[in-house]
């Protein structure tokens, strides 16, 4: 990992006083556990710090130490020395952060996936990391910043997330050893889990069942795909933040390769997540082809569309995919 970046970051921070840390809407583990982690380690550093997510802290999240931080954006803008972005591979992706800076002097990009827009004036992106918590985690000990329990136990949550629990293939022997470091810092691995895997409200295994009952089948079970609908929202009582990696369930099914989820927005917008168990088919490129982006095994897009429309394109577009890579 190429240590300039975050050198250069390093400068930036000592040379400047007010900061936001700012991440994509509907935020997940990595996002939340990087903005929350710098935060603290800028105000350790004795910044005066805002933490902002354009959709506030998910209920289910609420146990990540000091999570207290993370707060929605102000009705009124606000001026900063300097705005790092960490885990947003879009300046839209900040949502309603974006429209509360008044006024910036520097604007940080830090990010690992490889469709980052690499909007910003420093940026540092690095595909190979696993999550953006190796960034954050590697920014802070190349400039020496105390790694507290704190900061290790939401970096951990980051890292653990982002790899589904160091089971993805993006997990490299680096993420091992950052995991290993932060351990050692204080960041209690088995009671994370627990509250990252084994602590689910009943109104999301409810929502599960309506989606593995509305599970569509193709191209011989190598295919599965599924709607979350507001009539789902509805019966079960479930939140948009109940939807977090209930497509692995349907991917842990043995015949598939790849698992898509599709999801109807406001403005006529449908939200795409795709997720694909073989280093044969990118997800990232399908994705890539309506305007989205991510990793190769996870990836999504927001398309403008009628819901049928659109999800008989992009399963077209998985299809081809499968057919090139000759499964």
């Known amino acids: 990992m190429n240590p300039d970046p975050a050198r250069q970051i ?8 007010t900061f936001l840390v700012a991440g994509h809407y509907r935020p997940d583990g990595d996002v939340l556990g990087c903005q929350i982690a710098l935060g603290l380690a800028l105000q350790g550093l004795g910044k005066t710090v ?3 997510n354009s959709d506030g802290l998910p ?3 609420s146990f990540l130490p000091q999570s207290k931080l993370l707060q929605k954006p102000p009705a009124a803008a606000r001026d ?5 972005a960490v885990d947003t591979a879009t ?10 800076i008044a006024s910036r002097k520097a604007l940080v990009n ?5 469709s980052n827009e690499r909007f910003g004036d420093l940026v540092w992106i690095e595909p190979r990391a696993a999550a953006s918590a190796e960034l954050v985690h590697h920014l802070l000990r190349v400039n020496n910043w105390p790694v507290t329990a704190d900061i290790a136990a939401n970096l951990y949550v980051g890292l653990s997330t982002d790899t589904g629990s160091f089971q993805y293939s993006s997990t490299s022997p680096q993420t091992l050893r950052i995991a290993a470091e932060l351990l050692e810092a204080g960041a209690d ?9 084994q602590s689910f409200p009943l109104r999301r295994l409810r929502l599960l069942q309506l989606i593995l009952a509305s599970l569509s089948l193709r191209c011989e079970g190598r295919v599965a795909s599924f709607w979350i609908t507001d009539e789902m ?6 939140l948009p933040e109940d939807t977090e990696n209930l497509i692995d369930h349907v991917r842990a099914i043995d015949s598939v390769v790849v698992a898509a989820l599709f999801e109807a927005g406001p403005g006529g917008i449908v939200r795409v997540s795709l997720r694909s168990k073989s280093p044969k088919v990118s997800v990232d490129a399908v994705a890539a082809k309506f305007g989205g982006g991510g990793h190769a095994a996870a990836a999504g897009a927001r398309i403008q569309g009628e819901p049928a429309t659109v999800e008989a394109a992009v399963l077209g577009a998985i299809e081809n995919a499968l057919r090139e890579a000759r499964l």
């Open 80 to 84: 900063f020395d300097a705005v790092i």
């Open 91 to 100: 300046y839209e992706r900040l949502g309603v952060t974006r429209d509360r």
């Open 189 to 197: 691995g088995a009671e994370l889990s627990r509250l990252c895997y």
């Open 50 to 52: 805002e933490v902002w």
């Open 59 to 61: 209920q289910k999240y």
């Open 10 to 17: 390093g400068d930036l921070v000592r040379q400047h006083r």
């Open 110 to 114: 830090m990010d690992h996936h490889a």
């Open 233 to 238: 929202f509805r019966q079960t009582g479930a």
